[in-house]
């Protein structure tokens, strides 16, 4: 069965670090992969996804993530956070044809001055 | 700006009472979608769509029910709400073109008194 794990429930950082969101997943075949952040008292936004080719992509407001098939990862990446990044993010994953998408339970990123 | 709309952002309830919960996507999509937001759970799917009139059970559909009798509408039912269903809500939507990419609304969070 499919399933998704983020390992961090709460990160905190520095404005201007770099940020590393962890997911994992499982599934038999080769998976969709997608992360997702809500903003407090919004609904979630589509930052980036994975569905083949180049395994490195770029997303949305300078955010990338790099698919990793050995380790099962796909993790969110951005050199220089801002203030405004302080979300919840979300990594799913999906089968191939289908849009039904297994959640992660979230990483709550909070960002100092 | 395409939008999914749902029709209450917070609705306090007794026991025992039915509750509807409304969405509405102005962007012609095929695919809708219910999910329940807990902390530390993530999203869970509670029921979705493929198309007017038909409907698939989620992960989680026990004590809910769905409607789609016109595209673009969506409802979520709850026939006799208990506490263990405060929550919160999201409504998706979804073209069959692009897989994974949902589009969420704002949320619907219910308490059940």
């Known amino acids: 069965a499919q399933s998704v794990t983020q390992p961090d429930i709460h990160i905190t950082v520095s404005e201007g670090a770099s940020l590393e969101l962890r997911c994992n997943y499982s599934y038999g075949a080769t998976p969709y992969l997608f992360w997702y952040v809500q903003s407090p008292g919004q609904g979630l936004q589509l930052l980036l996804k994975?569905?083949?080719?180049?395994?490195l992509v770029q997303g949305i407001k300078g955010f990338e993530a790099e698919f990793k098939r050995s380790q099962s990862s796909f993790n969110l990446r951005k050199p220089s956070v801002h203030w405004s990044d302080a979300a919840e993010y979300f990594c799913?994953?999906?089968?191939?044809?289908?849009?039904?998408?297994?959640f992660g339970t979230g990483t709550r990123l909070q960002v100092f001055p | 700006d395409v939008k999914v709309t749902q029709s209450s952002r917070y609705l306090v309830k007794r026991t025992g009472e039915k509750v509807f919960l409304e969405c509405v996507q102005d962007m012609d999509h095929e695919n809708m979608f219910w999910y329940r937001q807990d902390p530390g759970l993530g999203l869970r799917l509670i029921y979705f769509s493929y198309d007017v009139k038909m409907k698939e059970k989620g992960d989680i559909p026990e004590g809910y029910s769905v409607s789609r009798e016109k595209k673009e509408r969506f409802s979520l039912i709850l026939e006799s709400a208990s506490t263990n269903q405060t929550s919160m809500y999201l409504c998706?939507?979804?073209?069959?073109?692009?897989?994974?990419?949902?589009?969420f609304g704002e949320g619907s969070r219910l308490t059940v008194l």
């Open positions: 994975y569905f083949s080719g180049d395994t």
């Open positions: 799913a994953v999906g089968a191939g044809n289908t849009d039904k998408l297994i």
């Open positions: 998706a939507s979804s073209s069959k073109t692009r897989t994974g990419e949902l589009f």
